[in-house]
């Protein structure tokens, strides 16, 4: 079992930052990719950014590629998104989520075992 938390959400204008950080806890943080998604209300559930156990590959979705930075620290068991340039349009709750380190397809819910509370995200205009 993975417990994951994230923190680091609030209210922001427009153009501002925040960084949003997921803590780990039960298995080796080191044995999973870890994601990002959100959910804005009356909207599924979208894909935002992955990164391999290994933070040597990264992926984003297009509305956030230029604007959001995924990273881990694997020696403190937490993953973070750096989120510049916020847009009303980034308001959700977001979530992140721990899938094995063999999975592929890490920018799709599919191979996602874990997930956390959700931690929601307001950027007013």
């Known amino acids: 079992q993975v417990q994951l938390v994230e923190s680091g959400g609030g209210l922001v204008q427009a153009g501002g930052s925040l960084r949003l950080s997921c803590t780990a806890s039960?298995?080796?943080?080191?044995?999973?990719?870890m994601g990002w998604f959100r959910q804005a209300p009356g909207k599924e559930r979208e894909f935002v950014a992955a990164i391999s156990w290994s933070g040597g590959s990264t992926y984003y979705a297009d509305s956030v590629k230029g604007r959001f930075t995924i990273s881990r620290d694997n020696a403190k068991n937490t993953v973070y998104l750096q989120m510049n340039s916020l847009k009303p349009e980034d308001t959700a709750v977001y979530y992140c989520?721990?899938?094995?380190?063999?999975?592929?397809?890490?920018?799709?819910?599919?191979?996602?075992?874990?997930w956390g509370q959700g931690t929601q995200v307001t950027v007013s205009s």
């Open positions: 039960g298995r080796t943080f080191s044995s999973y990719a």
């Open positions: 989520a721990a899938a094995p380190a063999i999975a592929t397809t890490i920018w799709v819910m599919d191979p996602y075992d874990y």
